[in-house]
């Protein structure tokens, strides 16, 4: 009678066992997929400013140009809607990437304020300078990126 009984707890302390351990090998697989979900959203709100601030960079660019070079009316206000629509697309993806990426709030910030002050230049010499100013700040955010998200990290 004893071996049956000691046969019947082993039984349910094998099963006990292997059920915990599946219960923790499972919880151990939702977090991980969590955390590879997060730093997927972490590495699009990254690239989603990035390509936000190229745009609008881009368009600042050839609006102050043709502004400082008189191209016109017509060019010019075109130009400006243009920079209008790619100011715009900047603010979801800064939100973004500050509520998901708190880290990058400083430089993100400083890329679009460099990326912003385009609309400030004086001449041409200027504008270049201020458009070179831009793609560094906008550089030393994806670096600091880089540093925050690359492999390895988080």
């Given at each position: 009678m004893w071996a049956s009984v000691v046969a019947v707890l082993g039984t349910l302390a094998g099963a006990l066992t292997a059920g915990l351990l599946q219960h923790r090998s499972a919880r151990t697989a939702r977090v991980e997929q969590r955390?590879?979900?997060?730093?997927?959203?972490?590495?699009?709100?990254?690239?989603?400013?990035?390509?936000?601030?190229?745009?609008h960079r881009s368009a600042m660019f050839h609006r102050e140009r043709l502004t400082l070079t008189g191209a016109g009316p017509e060019p010019e206000l075109e130009a400006q809607t243009r920079s209008h629509d790619t100011r715009t697309a900047i603010t979801a993806p800064h939100i973004r990437l500050q509520i998901l990426v708190p880290e990058?709030?400083?430089?993100?910030?400083?890329?679009?304020?460099?990326?912003?002050?385009?609309?400030?230049?004086?001449?041409?010499?200027?504008?270049?300078?201020?458009?070179?100013?831009?793609?560094?700040?906008a550089n030393a955010f994806v670096t600091a990126a880089a540093a925050e998200l690359g492999p390895g990290r988080r």
């Open positions: 955390a590879d979900a997060d730093r997927q959203d972490q590495l699009a709100a990254v690239t989603e400013f990035a390509a936000a601030l190229d745009a990058l709030t400083i430089p993100a910030q400083q890329a679009a304020d460099a990326t912003y002050a385009l609309r400030k230049a004086t001449n041409q010499a200027d504008l270049d300078e201020r458009r070179r100013a831009a793609k560094d700040a």
